[in-house]
């Protein structure tokens, strides 16, 4: 994978939700798995010396400047740009073919996007947010090619509820991947339904490691993904 798209009453619009953004090409990920295989020595390998490259200040300063900023709505349009301006310095720091990369699996946190509300979609516009508070967001990427994205979220601050999306991923070329996700399912209180349709996506994954994943939708928007750590995301 690299690089990730919320009102209630049958008489609200029922926004798709979406983690990434567009690109093109075809190329399944099934015609990579052997490839993806053979380069788990390679990565994990080199992986022990990106300690020592300036990656590590790279990362802790991104990270700094991107938690707690609630995706990164509360961010000034310079606080924004100084994020571009560490995820190009990283950029450079990219394996070859981040798609191959073992790395790209595990549960990560979407801990900022330049466009804040396109993770989550209505759930998370500046209208959205008056009535649902987000929780956390997540992806799960698991082997072969599964993914799996979770908006959890509190309405009016007592509620629970979340939406999530099942997707099968697919790989494009050695930066990008696709992703065509079934009809999300929504869950509040005891509610359980699924609406709309099938939804599609597609990432570039610019930069990973260990830490994090960094991704550029079609659209052009930054998206920042930290590893979770200890367990599953049970979405």
Same mark, same amino acid.
């Given at each position: 994978?690299?690089?990730?798209?919320?009102?209630?009453?049958?008489?609200?619009?029922?926004?798709?939700?979406?983690?990434?953004?567009?690109?093109?090409?075809?190329?399944?990920?099934?015609?990579?798995?052997?490839?993806?295989?053979?380069?788990?020595?390679?990565?994990?390998?080199?992986?022990?010396?990106?300690?020592?490259?300036?990656?590590?200040?790279?990362?802790?300063?991104?990270? #700094?400047?991107?938690?707690?900023?609630? &995706?990164? +709505? @509360? /961010?000034?349009? *310079?606080?924004?740009?100084?994020?571009? %301006?560490?995820?190009?310095?990283?950029?450079?720091?990219?394996?070859?073919?981040?798609?191959?990369?073992?790395?790209?699996?595990?549960?990560?946190?979407?801990?900022?996007?330049?466009?804040?509300?396109?993770?989550?979609?209505?759930?998370?516009?500046?209208?959205?947010?008056?009535?649902?508070?987000?929780?956390?967001?997540?992806?799960?990427?698991?082997?072969?090619?599964?993914?799996?994205?979770?908006?959890?979220? #509190?309405?009016?601050?007592?509620?629970? &509820?979340? +939406? @999530? /999306?099942?997707? *099968?991923?697919?790989?494009?070329?050695? %930066?990008?991947?696709?992703?065509?996700?079934?009809?999300?399912?929504?869950?509040?209180?005891?509610?359980?339904?699924?609406?709309?349709?099938?939804?599609?996506?597609?990432?570039?994954?610019?930069?990973?490691?260990?830490?994090?994943?960094?991704?550029?939708?079609?659209?052009?928007?930054?998206?920042?993904?930290?590893?979770?750590?200890?367990?599953?995301?049970?979405?």
């Amino acid at each position: 994978m690299a690089a990730c798209s919320l009102t209630l009453s049958s008489s609200l619009p029922q926004p798709k939700p979406s983690f990434f953004g567009s690109k093109p090409s075809h190329l399944s990920l099934h015609s990579t798995s052997f490839a993806l295989k053979s380069q788990c020595f390679r990565v994990s390998s080199s992986s022990v010396s990106i300690s020592s490259r300036p990656t590590d200040d790279l990362v802790a300063s991104l990270l #700094s400047k991107v938690i707690q900023t609630d &995706g990164g +709505v @509360s /961010l000034t349009t *310079k606080q924004h740009q100084e994020v571009a %301006q560490v995820a190009n310095e990283l950029n450079k720091y990219c394996v070859d073919e981040p798609v191959k990369c073992p790395l790209i699996f595990g549960d990560w946190d979407v801990v900022y996007c330049s466009n804040p509300t396109s993770p989550g979609g209505g759930y998370r516009s500046a209208l959205g947010r008056l009535f649902f508070k987000t929780k956390d967001m997540v992806q799960a990427v698991e082997a072969p090619d599964s993914v799996r994205n979770k908006v959890s979220f #509190s309405v009016f601050g007592f509620l629970n &509820g979340e +939406v @999530s /999306l099942k997707g *099968k991923l697919k790989v494009l070329d050695h %930066q990008w991947i696709q992703v065509i996700f079934e009809p999300p399912e929504l869950r509040v209180g005891e509610m359980d339904f699924r609406y709309g349709g099938e939804s599609e996506v597609k990432l570039q994954i610019t930069y990973i490691d260990e830490k994090i994943r960094l991704g550029k939708g079609s659209r052009g928007s930054l998206f920042v993904f930290q590893r979770r750590h200890g367990g599953s995301t049970n979405v």
